[in-house]
């Protein structure tokens, strides 16, 4: 059974940081390429960063409103993959969302999301 749970949402004040965390369990984790996206209300859900499988060189690329600021990594031992968000800012209040997209077929997964509200 394909499982993708993110956690590590929540409030935070302007400026602050948060780090995003997803396990993956189900599938051959290293052979996927992980993103995150995000979804703001009334808008469309949008790709914030992407981290490519171990067999693609596991690079990153990223939206560039969150240049400088979120950073995405994997961890291949413990099926994870991470989005470390600084400098956060109201307009990143979000559903944020985990990603798998194989790198050998269409299968692709969704995590259910976690809520990032930045807000004074």
């Known amino acids: 059974q394909v499982q993708l749970v993110e956690s590590g949402g929540g409030l935070v004040q302007p400026g602050g940081s948060l780090r995003l965390s997803c396990v993956a369990s189900?599938?051959?984790?290293?052979?996927?390429?992980m993103s995150w996206y995000r979804q703001a209300p009334g808008k469309e859900r949008e790709l914030v960063e992407h981290?490519?499988?171990?067999?693609?060189?596991?690079?990153?690329n990223y939206v560039d409103s969150v240049k400088g600021r979120f950073t995405i990594s994997r961890n291949n031992f413990r099926n994870m993959v991470y989005l470390q968000m600084n400098s956060l800012t109201p307009e990143d209040t979000a559903v944020y969302y985990c990603?798998?997209?194989?790198?050998?077929?269409?299968?692709?997964?969704w995590g259910q999301g976690t809520q990032v509200t930045v807000s004074s």
């Open positions: 990603h798998a997209k194989s790198r050998w077929s269409v299968a692709e997964y």
């Open positions: 189900g599938f051959i984790f290293s052979t996927y390429a």
């Open positions: 981290i490519s499988s171990v067999g693609d060189g596991g690079s990153t």
